[in-house]
């Protein structure tokens, strides 16, 4: 489908493909991609999608399972390239800048990354190894002010009196919070959140979505992207909405556009019935 607002924004984000030393991303765009597709063998995991994120800018990214939501976060994180069309992120064209010099800039939590964390890992040190982008401390040496912004973003996520505990020994929303501090250790300028909220008990996920709606409503906060498949998982704050299915945008622009219960019926081919609450948090039934 295609809602006036995807027509404008996608017009925008479009130009014409060139080698990614010629691609000239919008000026301030935190993500810029134009035309892109992406393809693995005969499968077409994302197809054609332009799309610009600007600095400042709290974006949900959601979809039916197999949408392409993390192949799209990959690419945004410059943890993967398009087979096809242009990629910028923080105005650098990814293909045309060294990603390693790139990545630093860009906090990820990933269930990915989870599968990466040594069992035994303490949850400090899983927070201040993002400094050197590597999972499982060894021998590497910390600057005071790393130790410190640990400890800060320990205290910040409510995991201060967890520092020694092993990764393994933690809840999964023990696990989500210690992901999430790490993705800012860097001090980013993007946070690319995927699936933050996945398997929170009710209580975890309220507590989530209200860490997440005070980290949105912070002007000195990072740009940010959070990828869920919930509605309720929705922080108010957030401003603008991508829709996915099957690799294709069914609609992305500001939220109140972008994620109604037209396009959300159109993504997760149902009819739904979708509300949105004073506080801005949603909720979606399907129709009986
Ligand atoms: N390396 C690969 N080779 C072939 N197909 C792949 C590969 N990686 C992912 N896919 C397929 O691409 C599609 C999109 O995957 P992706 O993980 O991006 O979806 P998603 O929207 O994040 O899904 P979910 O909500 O289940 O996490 C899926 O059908 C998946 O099976």
Redesign the pocket.
């Known amino acids: 489908m295609s809602s006036p607002d995807l027509t404008q924004s996608a017009t925008i984000a479009q130009r014409p493909i060139v080698s990614p030393h010629e691609f000239e991303p919008m000026e301030d765009s935190v993500v810029h991609m134009s035309r892109v597709s992406l393809r693995?063998?005969p499968?077409t995991?994302?197809n054609d999608v332009s799309w610009i994120v600007e600095e400042g800018q709290r974006w949900i990214v959601m979809?039916?399972?197999?949408?392409?939501?993390?192949?799209?976060?990959?690419i945004a994180a410059a943890r993967s390239h398009p087979t096809v069309g242009n990629a910028a992120v923080l105005g650098e064209t990814l293909g045309a800048v060294d990603v390693f010099d790139l990545r630093p800039s860009i906090g990820l939590s990933s269930?990915l990354l989870a599968e990466q964390v040594p069992g035994n890992e303490t949850i400090r040190n899983l927070v201040v190894t993002a400094a050197y982008g590597v999972t499982g401390r060894w021998r590497e040496a910390y600057e005071p002010e790393d130790l410190q912004r640990a400890e800060f973003l320990l205290k910040r996520w409510g995991l201060a009196n967890y520092a020694e505990r092993r990764f393994r020994t933690l809840s999964e929303g023990e696990r989500k919070r210690g992901l999430i501090a790490r993705a800012m250790m860097t001090d980013p300028e993007l946070l690319i959140l995927?699936?933050p909220g996945a398997g929170l008990d009710l209580a975890g996920r309220e507590t989530l979505v209200r860490s997440l709606s005070q980290l949105a409503a912070d002007p000195f906060s990072p740009t940010q992207i959070l990828?869920t498949?919930h509605v309720e998982e929705v922080p108010p704050n957030f401003t603008h909405a991508m829709l996915?299915r099957d690799?294709d945008v069914v609609s992305a622009g500001p939220i109140e556009t972008a994620l109604t219960e037209e396009t959300l019926s159109d993504a997760f081919r149902l009819p739904l019935n979708v509300s949105r609450n004073a506080e801005g948090r949603f909720t979606a039934f399907a129709r009986t």
Do not use: F, I
């Open positions: 693995r063998g499968n995991l994302l979809g039916p399972n197999g949408a392409g939501k993390s192949t799209l976060m990959n269930t995927d699936e990828v498949h996915l690799g």
